[in-house]
């Protein structure tokens, strides 16, 4: 049971590239989300996913497009990077107890450096 | 939007000392989460408390939700060495927010030099 799994860890990007980053959980969750997180701003959320099928923006949505393939897989695409997308992302889906949300499981996170 | 204040910023611990932080919020909460993260990993919950004036332990961690909800705090007591890292607070409205958690800025542990 990996729980949250993120690809690729790390990458560089030059401006203007395109690139997708991955995530699959294999907990059953219903929900996906992904966030950023940079020095002294903590953790915001970008795009998230109630439910296959469904998708809505966070906080920080701008430049980026997502992607629920399926109730594992929850995607984040970069059309085209900007140095201001150099950050660190990371991809949770919700654990449930019966009718509670209890916590997010969260991926090891991906390293993305625009240049 | 909502937004929480976490305190302090950071702290460097001693050994066998115990620590102590907080988080405040002008909104109220139906879920207070404290969660710890290593370098490099992803942060790792410690501890969920879903009731006003709740305290839970898990090991040497102690948390609070306050009585008001729009406050938490996280202790630690007898430190060592591996609890360095940061540790964030988050607030959840479960329901209409989709189960949206928002984030402290959180608190770094140093050890003191």
Redesign the interface.
């Known amino acids: 049971n990996a729980g949250v799994t993120q690809t690729p860890k790390f990458q560089v990007l030059k401006t203007g590239q395109s690139m997708t980053l991955q995530c699959a959980q294999d907990m059953n969750h219903n929900s996906m989300y992904w966030y950023r997180q940079d020095p002294g701003m903590g953790l915001r959320l970008i795009y998230y996913s109630a439910s296959e099928g469904t998708t809505d923006k966070g906080e920080v949505p701008n430049g980026y497009n997502v992607s629920r393939l399926n109730k594992r897989e929850f995607s984040l695409r970069l059309e085209s990077a900007a140095p201001s997308q150099t950050s660190v992302y990371f991809c949770a889906s919700i654990s449930r107890r019966g009718a509670l949300s209890i916590g997010y499981t969260f991926g090891s996170g991906t390293r993305l450096t625009v240049v | 939007?909502q937004q929480l204040n976490q305190s302090p910023q950071s702290m460097f611990i001693q050994e066998g000392e115990d620590v102590s932080m907080n988080c405040t919020s002008s909104s109220i909460f139906n879920?207070w989460?404290w969660y710890k993260q290593d370098p490099?990993?992803?942060?790792?919950?410690l501890i969920?408390l879903?009731k006003a004036g709740e305290l839970t332990s898990n090991g040497r961690l102690t948390a609070q939700f306050g009585i008001t909800r729009k406050d938490s705090f996280l202790n630690i007591s007898a430190s060592i060495p591996s609890d360095v890292g940061i540790y964030?607070c988050a607030g959840?409205n479960?329901g209409g927010s989709?189960?949206?958690?928002i984030?402290?800025?959180?608190t770094k542990l140093s050890v003191k030099p």
């Not at chain 2, 989709?98 to 958690?101: A, K, R």
């Not at chain 2, 984030?103 to 959180?106: L, M, T, W």
């Open positions: 939007g879920t989460l490099g990993e992803g942060p790792v919950l969920a879903y964030f959840l479960y989709q189960g949206n958690l984030f402290g800025k959180g």
